[in-house]
């Protein structure tokens, strides 16, 4: 009887946990498309330091901003020696209102996926060695 009920423990435990995990990870997709920013930009300044995908919340980094529902609002990261590229994941940041990215050294292309940020209210990538065409949903 002991031995069935410490499976059935381990069971309860092992589900809880499960569940747990869904959670943090559907609760920090945000998160997850900043950080493959991260991994695409060189920072030899170090201003994204505080950029740990360890931390469920993407709110308590540094050059962001989010509403009072705890969603990314504002990326701040003007003027901060940052070289690399842009990431598709971007667009996963609904109700992002203001990309800043000007004064950096960021190539390549704008990702088409920006067209789906539908908040956005400013995005700034003056300065930088952006090429190709502006996707036509960022236009309007």
Not at 7 to 16: D, E, I, R
Request: one cysteine or more; proline letters at 5%; aromatic letters at 6%.
């Amino acid at each position: 009887m002991g031995r069935g009920f410490g499976n059935m423990a381990a069971l309860v435990a092992l589900t809880v946990l499960s569940v747990m995990r869904v959670g943090l990870v559907r609760g920090n997709s945000e998160g997850d498309a900043l950080y493959t920013l991260r991994r695409s930009l060189s920072d030899p300044d170090n201003v994204l330091q505080s950029w740990d995908p360890n931390l469920v919340n993407p709110c308590t980094w540094f050059h962001i901003t989010c509403n009072q529902d705890g969603r990314v609002t504002r990326v701040d990261l003007g003027s901060s020696n940052l070289s690399g590229h842009l990431v598709p994941e971007l667009g996963k940041l609904e109700h992002l209102q203001y990309l800043e990215l000007y004064k950096n050294n960021i190539q390549g292309t704008i990702p088409v996926e920006l067209g789906n940020l539908k908040n956005l209210i400013s995005l700034d990538l003056y300065n930088n060695n952006i090429s190709g065409v502006i996707p036509p949903a960022l236009e309007s």
